[in-house]
């Protein structure tokens, strides 16, 4: 399904958080935001955080392959081979905030009467979890909590859940349903996951936002069931069976139905989504190129789109091949396992080619920090895991995906890509 500009109103300037979503008749925008960078106050990059992060992605991902498997009766197509390396643990808009450049949250609200709460909108996972009126432990502590017990739409399904990410960090709990609304659209009958406890790794200093809205398909749910937009469109709510985004430093936000016109110029370039569409697990794309100061230095890589995802991904052997096409080292001994350094003064011109074009990533985007105080050395925005080894995947986060408008057509399996206006 495509859309033109006649097809959506332009919008009016974006909200902050929390506020009320503007209705721009082919779609409502929620805006979003993130908190600061993944730069210390001096300037260098701030190694822990990113260390944490990229295991944090890795186990995600993994444990989707794993719900996928549990779901599908089969593999995920994308997983590593068996043997290799593994240690996983209507339409409207939402403004977004970026926690450090980390996670893209913004407003949803829950239950009858409704209650407002703030969740990470990720496309590489697919459930939505909350913290509950059990969830007693100090990482729930300056968690907005939701009580089913409060709302006359609450349904208990006598299931519970457990979810595991990088770091250690868990969620468990019992499955719920009720009404879930964002950007107001609505979703009767959402399931939910309720949080009897939130581990360290969840805790508000790490994690501000007081929940997750996983935006991926069902295959790859902990409780095998619609993810919020899924059910929204099979509900009829929304006018067009998509969602887009705009995660930059300003205006960030969330169209949900449509996409914006007044943030993005020039036409779409969309790519299918190609490991089983009718079973998508992830919004998985063929990334056509890396290319490094006008030339291709890696080509046919599959890739996932994950707003949930800061950094870009790979293999080690292919990013390894990267850095040492645009001269940069492997920094496991300074920046840690995976990560690669560059010379800070050389701006590498790195780009992605989807679908037959080239979407360039710019040098503030690439350019995670030095790697210490007056080092000559700077972080690079493209990192490896052994964990993915075996298969040529990559994890594709807004290191890219703050260069470019992203529309996710759940209709036609579809992610497309324009420039930022």
């Not at 009767?188 to 009897?196: E, I, K």
């Not at 759940?410 to 324009?418: K, N, Y």
């Amino acid at each position: 399904m495509r859309f033109t500009l006649a097809t959506v109103i332009a919008a009016l300037p974006f909200l902050v958080a929390g506020a009320p979503a503007e209705n721009l008749k082919a779609g409502f925008k929620i805006p979003i935001s993130k908190r600061s960078s993944l730069k210390n106050p001096d300037g260098t990059a701030n190694l822990e955080a990113l260390r944490a992060h990229a295991d944090y992605t890795k186990a995600k991902i993994f444990n989707g392959f794993d719900r996928y498997e549990h779901n599908t009766g089969s593999p995920h197509p994308s997983a590593p081979r068996k043997g290799a390396q593994r240690r996983a643990e209507g339409s409207g808009s939402v403004p977004l905030t970026n926690n450090q450049n980390l996670l893209w949250y913004g407003s949803i609200s829950v239950g009858t009467p409704a209650q407002t709460y703030t969740v990470d909108f990720d496309t590489g996972s697919s459930d939505l979890f909350l913290p509950g009126p059990n969830c007693t432990s100090a990482s729930c502590n300056n968690h907005k909590k939701y009580d089913p017990s409060s709302s006359s739409t609450s349904q208990d399904l006598n299931k519970t859940f457990s979810l595991a990410y990088g770091g250690g960090s868990t969620v468990a709990g019992e499955q719920y349903r009720d009404t879930v609304a964002a950007a107001g659209l609505t979703a009767t009958g959402q399931t939910l996951g309720v949080a009897s406890s939130y581990s360290t790794g969840l805790a508000s200093s790490q994690f501000p936002a007081d929940g997750l809205m996983g935006m991926a398909f069902q295959s790859i749910s902990d409780y095998n069931a619609s993810p919020f937009f899924q059910t929204l469109v099979d509900g009829d709510a929304v006018v067009a069976p998509t969602f887009a985004f705009k995660l930059a430093q300003n205006g960030s936000e969330l169209f949900l139905g449509g996409h914006n016109p007044a943030l993005y110029q020039g036409d779409f370039t969309y790519v299918p989504v190609t490991k089983e569409a009718s079973l998508a697990g992830y919004w998985e794309v063929d990334l056509d190129m890396v290319s490094a100061n006008g030339a291709s230095v890696l080509t046919k890589l599959d890739s996932i789109i994950d707003t949930g995802t800061t950094l870009i991904i790979g293999d080690t052997e292919n990013v390894g091949k990267f850095y040492h096409a645009i001269g940069g080292q492997n920094a496991t001994t300074t920046a840690g396992p995976g990560f690669y350094t560059f010379p800070c003064d050389k701006d590498p011109g790195v780009s992605l080619t989807f679908g037959g074009k080239s979407w360039a990533i710019s040098a503030d985007s690439f350019n995670l920090g030095p790697v210490s105080s007056g080092s000559a050395d700077c972080v690079g925005g493209i990192s490896a895991q052994p964990d993915l080894d075996g298969s040529a995947f990559w994890i594709v986060g807004d290191v890219f995906l703050r260069n470019v408008y992203t529309v996710f057509d759940v209709g036609t399996r579809e992610v497309g890509f324009a420039a930022l206006s």
